[in-house]
């Protein structure tokens, strides 16, 4: 049996899904079972795909992405997501969080970065990305 983690990515944009797609398939531990660009496809290939992780990207080409963690979360509860997202302001935290969101990550060429927040957020912990942790302090 495949012992890698199964990760579906879902992003408006065709080259962030296939970059990134790439990228994860450099790492033993990880292979991506799936890409999505409007939210039925997504929803569906989670279903065939029983992935371990998610990636949202900050909207899908038909809808929001805090309303893609809200209904994904409400379908597939053991579901880890991570929202990726260059626009951070604390009430966009707030939504993805408690729309089940398991992180943030912003849109960096670090790929080292990238692999070990998923690690993290695979093994349950919540991970928010530099920019996140920094507007969350600025705002007591």
Not at 22 to 46: I, Y
């Amino acid at each position: 049996k495949d012992s890698r983690h199964r990760i579906i990515v879902a992003d408006r944009h065709f080259a962030i899904c296939q970059g990134l797609e790439m990228l994860l398939s450099l790492d033993p531990e990880l292979t991506v079972v799936g890409k999505a660009h409007h939210w039925n496809e997504f929803r569906d290939q989670v279903g065939a795909n029983q992935p371990d992780l998610v990636i949202v990207g900050d909207c899908l080409q038909d809808v929001d992405g805090v309303a893609v963690c809200e209904a994904l979360h409400a379908a597939f509860p053991a579901v880890y997501m991570v929202f990726l997202t260059d626009r951070v302001s604390v009430e966009r935290l707030a939504d993805v969080l408690l729309a089940g969101a398991s992180g943030t990550r912003a849109f960096s060429n670090d790929f080292d970065l990238l692999v070990s927040s998923l690690r993290k957020m695979l093994a349950g912990e919540l991970v928010l990305s530099r920019e996140a942790a920094a507007e969350l302090r600025a705002h007591p």
